[in-house]
């Protein structure tokens, strides 16, 4: 995939660039290497200085990487500022929170006792250079809940982003050294995915963190395998959203429309699935049904657009073959289920595609097991909560869920039987610096986030001191 900077709005191509070759990567190598050397005798107080002026870069320089993020991929102008606040806010907290998180632990006195030991304690220390591969439908909040934890631990980034957003790779570089970071702490590497393997083995990478999709994870996870290296993975989500009869009906439509479409539909812990009591489900699908179909999709720089285009033309592609799979085995479209036809003429070469909301879905479609990484919703009418709970597991996936009710027995069922990092209840799943993130089963393993996240990577060192 060639790196380059090509407007989902219009499909025309604004930059091309050239990939880092082996001398470039080699040399970044060994600035992230000697960076590392000393950044890691640094205290928490001097990481946190540089961390919040990096949160003041971002608050500065707002609305340039707003834009470039949506000129990139696609995402309304207004959610790419959401999005530049989101990091600063985290950044922040990271600053505020790390010395916290990794202070010295003191065992039990009985333990430490029983250890034979004078005193016991454990530290917190760096791993050294780690590498990340990144997606592209966050493209700044993705990089930073990766960077903000890991430079607070003392360790330092080399960032592969996604190839078609190499300005906002290039921009998060340049954020990171204007807020006074030395060099050779947060380094890009503009290289394509054939060249990640060659750095996840190199000696002087201690560990990886990949979030994108499913088959990416599989063969990062497989080389930092091999290479005996620590990983972390966050990758695709088919997340279910269900609705109970007890629940606000008006509240779940509302919020089943914004989980659902939220960055143009292409999020990992978007709801995808919404699984429905026969009770509510007919008041519910076509008040759904109708807000989705209301949506102003169009040019994601005007500040009205509400759905802007698919990143790419390959994924706009990949959506449409589900939605047709689906329609050719029995699937009901309840709204969209095509391509806008009326959109300005300047939009023409955009890659565009209609909020969507299909019924009658069963096992024999490929959208049941598969993630739809757009704006289409498939609805599923059950009969009970175990039966909702039932389909909500039937996926490969496990990375969150939402379920509209309010009686606390349903809760607590939910809770110990959704096989997800996450149950959202009357509300949506949304990502907070304080909140462990992560899925299990193909979504991944490990968590980013809170202190469970930055304590991945941390060499947890044990100081044992005799009698
Ligand atoms: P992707 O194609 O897997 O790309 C993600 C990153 O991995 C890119 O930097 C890509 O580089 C690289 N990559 C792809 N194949 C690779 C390989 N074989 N070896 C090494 N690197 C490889 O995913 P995407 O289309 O950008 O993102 C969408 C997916 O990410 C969805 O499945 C979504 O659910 C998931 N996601 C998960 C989370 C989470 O936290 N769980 C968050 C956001 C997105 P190139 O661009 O150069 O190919």
């Known amino acids: 995939m060639a790196i ?43 990481r946190a200085v540089l961390l919040r002026r990096a949160a003041d870069v971002l608050d500065a320089e707002q609305e340039d990487l707003a834009r470039t993020m949506t000129v990139e991929m696609g995402k309304p102008v207004g959610a790419a500022r959401a999005e530049v606040a989101k990091c600063a806010k985290a950044m922040r907290w990271y600053a505020d929170r790390a010395p916290g998180m990794l202070a010295d632990e003191h065992p039990a006195d009985e333990d430490v006792a029983d250890s034979g030991a004078g005193s016991v304690f454990v530290r917190y220390r760096p791993v050294g250079v780690v590498l990340a591969v990144m997606p592209w439908n966050f493209p700044l909040w993705q990089v930073v809940r990766f960077a903000a934890p890991a430079l607070m631990a003392g360790n330092v980034g080399l960032l592969k982003h996604a190839s078609n957003v190499p300005r906002t790779a290039l921009a998060l570089e340049r954020v990171f050294r204007h807020a006074g970071f030395p060099p050779g702490c947060f380094q890009t590497l503009l290289v394509g995915s054939g060249a990640v393997e060659d750095v996840v083995r190199d000696d002087r990478v201690a560990a990886v963190t990949l979030t994108g999709s499913e088959g990416a994870g599989r063969s990062v996870g497989a080389i930092a395998g091999d290479a005996i290296k620590k990983s972390v993975l966050e990758l695709g989500g088919s997340d279910p959203f269900l609705v109970l009869p007890s629940a606000d009906l008006e509240g779940a439509v509302k919020w089943a429309v914004t989980a659902r479409t939220q960055n143009n539909g292409q999020s990992c812990i978007a709801a995808k699935r919404f699984i429905v009591h026969a009770d509510v489900y007919a008041a519910f699908t076509s008040a759904f049904a109708d807000r989705m179909r209301a949506l102003r999709v169009g040019d994601p720089l005007a500040e009205e657009t509400e759905i802007g285009p698919l990143a790419t033309a390959q994924g706009r592609t ?148 005799g009698r």
């Not at 990939?19 to 040399?27: F, H, L, N, R, W």
């Not at 689906?326 to 095509?338: D, L, T």
Request: hydrophobic share 40%.
């Open 4 to 46: 380059a900077t090509v407007n989902p709005a219009t499909g025309e191509t604004v930059e091309t660039f050239t990939a880092y070759d082996g001398d470039a990567v080699e040399q970044r190598l060994a600035l992230a290497e000697s960076a590392f050397r000393t950044y890691r005798t640094t205290g928490f107080a001097e």
């Open 318 to 465: 990949d959506l449409e073959e589900l939605v047709d799979d689906a329609v050719a085995h029995g699937a009901v479209v309840e709204c969209g289920g095509s391509r806008p036809k009326d959109l300005p003429e300047h939009l023409d070469g955009g890659w565009y595609y209609l909020p969507t909301v299909l019924s009658g879905i069963t096992a024999a479609m490929r959208i049941h097991r598969e993630e739809a990484f757009g704006p289409v919703a498939t609805v599923y009418r059950v009969g009970s909560l175990e039966e909702a709970v039932a389909i909500a597991n039937d996926t490969p996936f496990g990375l969150s869920s939402n379920v509209w009710t309010t009686d606390p027995e349903e809760q607590e069922l939910c809770v110990r039987d959704i096989e997800a990092g996450g149950v959202f209840f009357n509300g949506m799943t949304a990502s907070h610096p304080a909140f462990p993130f992560g899925g299990v089963k193909r979504s991944g393993y490990g968590r980013e986030l809170s202190a469970h996240g930055i304590r991945e990577f941390c060499n947890i060192t044990t100081v044992w001191r």
